[in-house]
């Protein structure tokens, strides 16, 4: 075995993390070529959150006056368990209507909706795969190092990566 694999799996192991760019993927993504690539939040992911919020509020409040025994008794713990389910739902419904494109990448570059780079000012794309939290898209420009959160979209890296390649190569050409 590589000395470069044992390093990066023992990195994986210690840290979490792992890095690995960007690359053309001949073997599943030959016959797709696309001029631009949207990627937006994952709407079956805030469903699933959604779900876990309604079916956590369900479990507290059928009870008949168990809510209310939580409340004489100690309403710190009352006001805990509501809010954790309201604040659940709240984000999840908030995020399932924001259809605002949360990366897009084309033949200019790539783009958040704060931030943007041609593809002569990127120098190296990569993500960042970790185990505890999301992935990050890192675009490495002539200027910045910008980490792009990923998780929770509609779109394989894998795919997003292929992707990224075939507009950087077709800038160029």
Aim: charged share 25%; glycine share 4%.
């Amino acid at each position: 075995m590589d000395i470069n694999v044992v390093k990066k799996k023992l990195n994986f192991l210690l840290t979490g993390q792992r890095e690995e760019f960007t690359c053309i993927d001949s073997n599943d993504f030959t016959n797709q070529q696309f001029n631009k690539v949207v990627v937006k939040n994952s709407t079956s992911q805030s469903s699933l959150f959604l779900v876990v919020g309604l079916v956590f509020i369900l479990l507290i409040f059928p009870r008949e006056g168990s809510l209310m025994e939580v409340f004489k008794q100690n309403w710190i713990w009352a006001l805990v368990l509501v809010s954790i389910p309201i604040a659940l739902i709240y984000f999840t419904i908030k995020r399932l209507l924001d259809t605002t494109p949360k990366l897009i990448v084309d033949t200019e570059g790539i783009k958040t909706k704060d931030w943007s780079a041609s593809w002569t000012d990127i120098v190296e794309t990569k993500f960042r795969f970790s185990k505890a939290t999301t992935t990050f898209l890192i675009v490495k420009t002539r200027f910045e190092e910008k980490y792009i959160d990923i998780g929770g979209t509609n779109i394989a890296p894998r795919f997003l990566g292929h992707h990224i390649e075939l507009l950087k190569k077709q800038s160029k050409a």
